[in-house]
Structure formats: structure tokens, C-alpha cells
């Protein structure tokens, strides 16, 4: 990569905060001594929004991590126990745990499922929505923002009715008579990510759709001119000109559907016949409030944080990568 | 970006810096004993709780008039978050109430997590605790300390349909085997009805399955409960229960992941021959399509003639450890639950009395408790009085056992012995 100063201005200036956020810090310069009073200003700057995050987000973390260490159930926090330092032994248990790895399996597969289809449908909608006349749009961005607004619990309590074997229309209208959508581990997944899908395309479309509007259309133009199909524009035109807006909607996917819990909660009934169904959020739900054994939980929620952080970490270090290819 | 590379080396600094445990309220049991001022208590809500509210509301006026200068405050609180509100109550003494109404199965539980106030000596003292049955009884003792007074008893029974009996000419069966066999029967000639509508998610109707063939949920004493739930005996039992699942009786698709209520409502819409219910689901039945087409009778055990042991259901009345009013709670703790209370609370409510003799009264006087008292009296059987019960409940092995057997990922030695090392764990951690 380029060396970059810190006084370059603009772009390149730009680039440099994405080096801290994906890279190590870059080697520290000789003449480090002479730029630290111009250093604190941005940190002034920010201090007053760190301290609201600091409060909101640290805060709770660090209260999670402090609790997975700890013996900490009901009777420790009611103080019918007192409260033992249990070391890493929260985490022993866990991955010692065979049904924590099949959870934790099923719950990645799952949410790469969601993500890809989640960003497949929301792509290919906005580039439609950039094709229809404007009637046809409204009700595409109409009916879109309905599922978008539709709370959680009741796009799924819908769901659910949709699919019943006895009384849903779905089984009615393809003819599958009493078929119970929620008995099998692979339908009843099927069925939530249907539903995870219908409520989180519509931001994907939205963000891509504004993304593709802001697109100079001499670009595009030149594109169609020089013979390219849409397949073609999408690949090589729009998505490196869209790759910024992409990589906010994959990252946003991906924390979402790695969280997904009331989906699941809903429609299989708390995990599903003999918890096959189980997510890793629902696992540590079940764990740390059902159960009460909230430094359990507490250690689950630290390892879905790390898992979190590590897939975010690693991706904006592959787009780095291509993007300096490029 | 920046923050969340951070917070990783912010934790730990934290940890290591700090000796801290996490928050933990002092609980310890009040040494004031005021003999005035407000005492607060806390009642569930139930379905159609004026009734409940007016019987509530003279033990309460007595009790003001008995003790000049105390006020009793009372809340109904809803069922669903109960855990919750109790939780939040032992979390937070000043905010907690003096008196609760708590279900039995949370007994071991609130105990050891220091809510509970040890009443031995007075309910010992108290001249109508001599004629408590002893499973109720049994349902307020923890390492043999008693921890409040029974408020009332649910068991279930078989219900079954009438018309359906006499329309395919079948009788009530008598055995266990014989349930099974009508069940079937019944599904085979009216394939639009389960026979017996059976949930793989409903625990506490397949217990007596499990009960009747001499099987246990565990076996000990006190703080040291080892699980039975893979011994010969038990297993027969979860084979019998878990035959039931299949197109000839209840279909595995629908009735695996069906729970208590969903029984009783396929029952009570009229889409079931027969089904498990309680003295609770009366209300519900009347009020369904069956009404007056159904009739109950004790659920039948091994042996012509016996009947399967029940879970002993039911709520509590308790004071809490924190209650700056111990006297006064003590003492109203026993005038809720006093014979004439549960008496008046049967004919309200419908609430199965906890003493013996008052059952046999009211019982008496309203044909439909006589099946259920007749399940009371043949001896019914409790869940280990282990504070890990409330884990293993809440975690499902249970349920998850029946429906790895039901949807036939697992054979029943396999989901037993998986299900008794969860318990296992669950007893050896809970202590």
C-alpha cells in the first residue's frame, strides 16, 4: 500500500481511517513527537459521542464479560448464594457442551443462508425498482415498507398462520394437505428464513435503490451503449461503484440474521421439536433467562460478540484487499 | 470501528484492575418484626378473577379487623411473568412484598435463592396443618423445613367423550394397554379425531405414564437427587406414552410439539376422543363445543382397576424472607390458606381444596371434583423438591426427550439416558 502523511488532504486522507479500522496501526513515524497536539482535536471532537457509547455500549459489555466469569444464577443475584470466581469455568462448560456446537453450526449455516438470500432479493428488487414506471414502484416500495414496519412478532405469528396444516391457506392453495411445516428440521428453518427474508429485504432494497440513484447516469449509459446486458452493468459497474452501501447492508445482514430470535421463538415454538431449531441467541435465551443461569448466558452472549466482531473484522479486510487489486 | 477493536482490551483491563463481582442484593432475612403498618401481597391473576378478588377481600376485612392499625395492600400479578416479578422482587427487598402466591414446582427454587421465609414452627403450631395431605404437604418442604402453606391442589384425569363411546359402542378403559387400544379405535373409525390427544410437550400428562409402570424422575433425598429417568421401569413407561404418537392414534407432525393447553383445546373444539386434563381445565372444556358430551374419570394405571399416579399440581401461599412484618405475614399467610378460605375459594374458583377433609366436602357437593379427588386419594406424586427442577423444567429435557423418541431421531434407551445425564448435571450444579 502507499505510504500516506497525515496532512495528505482528501481522498487519500479517507483512506487512512479505513486503515485503522481494518489493519494495525501503521508504523509510527519518526517524527511522531511534532503531530501530537494536532492528534487530540479529532479525539475533543469525538469525546462527548464516546462517552454516550462509552456509557451505552461499554458499559453493559463489560458487565457482560465481568458476569461470564462468575458463578452468577438467580440465587447469586437475590443473594440466597453467595457469588464464586469461576475462571474460565463458564466457558469450559460451554464448549464442552455438545448441543452448544451443533447450535452454533446451525445457527452460522442459518444466517448464511438469510444473508445471501436476504441481500439476492433486496438487490435484484432495487434494480428492478430502477426499471418500472413509477406506479408499478410505489406499490413495490409500498408493499416493501409494509413488511419492513411489520413488527417481528407479528410478521411471524402471520407466518405461522399462513403455513398452519389445518388452517393455513398456503398448504390449501398448493394442495399439501395437513403437511406441518414446523415438524421437520429443514422446512421448519425454511419457513423462518422465509420470514426472516420478507422483513429484513426491504432496508437492502431501500439502501441499494437510493445507492443506484446517486450512480451518474452517463455511466450506466455508457455501459448500455457499449453493449453490456444488466447482468453485465450489475457486475462490473454497479457493484464496485455500489461497494461501500454493499458492505454496509452484507455487515448489517450478517449481525441480523446472526441474532435472529424471534423469528425462531415464534414459529418453532422456542427451538423446535427436541430443540432443533435452536439459534445461538435463543440457546443463550433459554440459558440465561429460562434458566436462570445468567454467567451461562452471560458467556454465550461473549462468544456470539467475538464471532460478531471477528466475521465484521475479516470482511473489511477482503474488501480492502480487492479494492487496492483493483 | 474503532471502539470495538477496543473493547476487548477494555475488558480484560477491567477485570484485572478491578476485583469486582457482579451485583448482588442483600437478601438476608429482616430482623424487624413491626406488629403495624402495610402488609403487601401478591396474588395471580387468574381467568375470571372477580370471584377470586371477593373471597380475597373478606379473609383480608377479617384480617383488619383482627389487627387494628395494619393495612393489607393486594396485587394481582398475571401468570406469564410471574418469574419475572419474583425475581425482581428477591432482587430488590425494599420493593418485594411480604406475602406471594407461588407455584408448587418453584418451591426448591425460591428457596435457594433466599426468597422464601423458613415457616417450620409455625406451620407446625398452626391447629389446621394437621389434616394437609401429605403430597401437598411434601410440595412445601425443602430438606424437611417447611416454606408456606398449600393454597390448593390441580391433578388430572382422563376425559372422554360420551357420545363417541356410545356411537362406536366402546367402554372407559380400565388399563393403561386398554387406553391405548380404544385410542386407537376410536382414530380408526373417526379418522377426523385423535383417539387420545397426547403433547410431546406436555410433561406433566405424560408423568403418569411413567409413575405407572414404577418408574421415577429421580430418586434421593435433600440436596442429593440422582435421575431415574433411564432405569427399565421408567423407560416402559416413556415407551407407553411415546406409542401413542403415530397416524393410528396422534399424528407425530401435529402432536409432537403440542403442550398441555393445545391438548385441551383440540379436546374441548371437539377434535379429540379423549384427552388429559385437569380439574383446571374443567372451565375450558365447559366452555368448548363438547360441553355436555364429556365425562371424566381417573386416569387408569397398569392393573385393571388402579389408577395412575398424578402430578400433584397446584399453588402455594408463602411469606417472604425480606418482610419486616413476620408475625403478621405468618399469620395472614394462614388465614389465605385456611380451611374456610379454600372452602369458599372451591366455590369460587373451583380450586381443589388442600386438606383432605374439605375435599371430601365440596366434593360432595359438586359430582365433577369426584374423579379428581379419587386421583387425589389413590396418592399422587411430586417432581424432586430441587431447585434444579426449575432448571431442567424451564431448559426442557423433558419434552425434549418425548419428541426425539416421537419424531424418531432417538430409540428411547438413547433419549433416556441423554435426558437423565442432563438432570444429572443440572442436580450436581444446582447442589
Redesign the interface.
Known sequence: MTPVTPKSPGVVERRRVRV???LPRPRPSAGSGARRPGNRTPWLYLAPA?VV?GGL??YP???L???S??Q??????????P?T?EGFGNYAELFSDSQFWQVLLATVLFAAACVVSTLAAGCALAVLLTRVRAVPRLVLMLAALGAWATPAVTGSTVWLFLFD?DFGPVNRIFGLG???W??GRLSAFFLVLLEVVWCSFPFVMVTVYAGIRAVPSEVLEAAALDGASQWRIWRSVLTPMLRPILMVVTIQSVIWDFKVFTQIYVIT???????QNLVLNVYAY??AF????YSLGSAIGVVM??IL?AV??VY?RLLRRQGEEL | ?????R??A??LA??VVTA?????????SSDKDEKTGTLRVWLFQEVGNQPKEKVVDSVVADFEKAHSGTEVDVEYIPVETRAQRV?AA??DPKSAPDVIEYGNTDTA?Y?????LLDVTQEFGDWNESKDTDPTAKQSVTVDGKVYGAPFYVGVRALYYRTDIFQELGLEVPRTMAELASTARQIRAERPDLYGLVVG??YTYGALPFIWANGGELATGKGGSYVSAIDSAAAQKGIKEYTSLFGDDNCP???C??MGGNDTITAFASGKAGMAIGGDFSHTAVEAGAVKGKYAVVPLPGVEAGSIAPAFAGGNNIGVLKSTSHRTLAVDLMEQLASKQTQASMFDAMGFLPTFADVRQEVSAKEPYVKPFAQTLEAGTKFVPAS?AW??ID???VL??MF??V??G?KDVAAAAGDAAKKMDDAFGS?G
Open positions: 485503522v479500522g481494518g464516546l457509547l455500549l461499554v459489555i463489560y458487565q464479560g465481568l458476569m466469569f462468575f452468577y444464577t438467580q440465587a447469586q443475584v437475590s443473594g440466597g448464594e457469588t470466581f396444516p395437513d403437511y406441518s414446523t415438524y415454538n422456542g427451538g423446535g421439536i427436541a430443540g433459554q440459558q429460562a434458566s436462570s443461569q460478540l467475538l466482531l465484521t473484522l473489511l | 470501528m474503532k471502539l470495538s477493536r473493547l476487548p477494555l475488558l477491567g477485570l469486582c463481582a457482579p451485583q448482588t442484593s442483600d437478601n438476608s425475581k428477591f432482587n427454587g428457596v435457594k435463592d433466599g426468597g410431546g410437550a407425530a407432525a401435529k409432537a410439539g431447585p426449575a432448571q424451564s431448559s426442557l419434552p425434549t419428541q426425539e416421537v419424531s431421531r444446582a
